[in-house]
């Protein structure tokens, strides 16, 4: 079995270059330094210690990710003809190295041990320099790294590998998008070596304006401090959820439970659709917004009763994306949306009962949609074994038929089950007709919604308000709206 020695080279100065770091780059292993980029290297030249310098595969490579998987390579292979070797990187071993970290994967699979020596972090002067104390929460990223699904602005932010105003220029559209322009950040350049030790504080849109930013230079974003400022992420929902369901919360709040909150699940979700069909932007954005609150409600709900959390729900989401993606989380192909959906429809079926596990053949229809769609999708599935009216004139007959049972029903307070059965017939006709019957229900509403309108408008035209006039003037006014409705 190999052995990799991983050392540190220290922050910067010889005074924090660790003794045990030298003494295993003179022990007569053969030793590679990532670069020869770092303050303390021009020592080791004058103290006679032999290296060789890996700066060749930043030139040859077409991006850092080809950089640190060639050097990977290429150290395992060195281990495979030497058998033991020491690699030294600038700072700590084992922190901000993406080098190292391929090589601690990958080595045990070739039949080598890594072996972490020492190091000091250039984060400990950094941090030490800014006044921040990393207990109140650090996030380390490396620049390649940085976008939103990965920054959490409740923390303090340190982000390294900024070799150039490119990246920098990188990391700054990503930043402004969550911190905003005007954000304060600190730009901190050789900590610990003295007179190059530079610390500035500049407002964001100036990042990828500063001379001098280079392999030495790494970024500290401070946290956003206002809850106003915070009010984009998730956690901040979350927290003003919980604390709306608090004991000094609101009232209102407090109360709901799940069924009570059904109602405005369905409401937000027509809304968002409605923002939809209308193409308004501003609208939609708005009404995902309402759609979201009653996610994260009944996710508090359900942490409040003991049931469930809101982490149980993202899971469960999570789990079920990546279950039913096998195209891109996993090894399956899907050349086309036909072939995805084909996938998905196969997966989904190993999730849930099949049609032969149901007792009942209407088991195949599901509950959870609107009932008028669910009338349609019933009388579909019966009629696929013929139980269907075999003409249209029995479907008017029946239609007949339960608007005098709603009638008779009416007379005695027993409405609502005829109510329905008249519902479920006019539905009946909708498929026989190949019609949508939500479709129809929602033209009939905005026909409603037109001519009502217009009505009101005539009434405002002669400053008249409708408890001033009979029944007979709205149903002229009625009918000139229609007349208006059908030209």
């Not at 030298?22 to 020592?43: E, K, Q």
Request: proline share 5%.
């Amino acid at each position: 079995m190999g052995v990799i020695h991983i050392v540190g080279l220290g922050g910067g100065s010889v005074n924090s270059l660790p003794y045990g770091t030298l003494g295993l780059l003179g022990a007569g292993h053969p030793a590679y330094i990532r670069t020869v980029h770092h303050p303390v290297v021009s020592f080791l030249d004058r103290e006679g210690i032999t290296y060789t310098a890996l700066d060749s595969f930043y030139e040859t490579a077409s991006s850092f990710a080809g950089v640190y998987e060639a050097m990977a390579g290429y150290l395992l292979g060195e281990t495979d003809r030497h058998g033991e070797i020491v690699f030294a990187v600038p700072g700590h071993p084992a922190m901000a190295e993406r080098t190292v970290r391929i090589l601690a994967e990958r080595a045990p699979s070739a039949g080598h041990q890594v072996v972490f020596g020492p190091g000091q972090s250039f984060l400990d002067d950094m941090l030490l320099r800014i006044g921040v104390d990393p207990v109140e929460g650090l996030l380390l990223l490396d620049a390649d790294d940085v976008d939103g699904v990965l920054l959490r602005p409740v923390l303090h932010t340190v982000i390294v590998q900024m070799y150039n105003t490119a990246k920098a220029m990188d990391v700054k559209a990503a930043l402004a998008e969550i911190y905003g322009d005007l954000h304060e950040v600190v730009v901190a350049r050789g900590v610990g070596l003295g007179d190059e030790e530079s610390i500035r504080r500049i407002p964001l849109y100036e990042l990828d304006r500063l001379d001098g930013i280079d392999h030495l230079t790494s970024l500290y974003v401070p946290p956003l401090r206002e809850r106003s400022q915070r009010l984009g992420e998730w956690s901040e929902l979350l927290q003003i959820v919980s604390t709306l369901r608090s004991p000094d919360g609101c009232p209102w709040d407090i109360e709901q439970t799940h069924q009570s909150l059904r109602p405005y699940v369905i409401e937000e979700a027509y809304e968002v659709a409605e923002a939809i069909d209308n193409s308004d932007v501003d609208a939609l954005v708005d009404e995902l917004g309402d759609l979201l609150l009653q996610v994260a409600l009944h996710s508090q709900i359900g942490q409040d009763e003991g049931y469930f959390t809101v982490r149980d729900v993202t899971r469960a989401l999570s789990e079920k994306l990546i279950r039913r993606h096998p195209h891109v989380f996993g090894d399956a192909e899907a050349l086309d949306t036909e072939a995805v959906k084909a996938n998905w429809q196969r997966i989904k079926s190993t999730e849930k009962p099949t049609a032969a596990d149901r007792p009942f053949l209407l088991d195949r229809v599901k509950r959870a949609q609107p009932p008028l769609l669910e009338s349609r999708e019933l009388q579909a599935e019966a009629a696929l074994v013929g139980f269907d009216w075999p003409d249209r004139k029995d479907v008017f007959a029946k239609i007949a038929e339960e608007i005098v049972e709603l009638e008779q029903a009416v007379a005695v307070e027993d409405q609502l089950e005829e109510l329905g059965d008249l519902f479920f017939s006019v539905v009946n006709l909708a498929r026989r007709l190949n019609l949508d019957p939500e479709r129809a229900c929602r033209m009939a509403n905005d026909k409603f919604r037109r001519r009502f309108n217009h009505v009101e408008r005539q009434l405002e035209q002669r400053s008249l308000a409708f408890s001033e006039v009979s029944l007979d003037i709205l149903e002229e006014f009625w009918q000139n709206a229609k007349g208006k409705d059908e030209q």
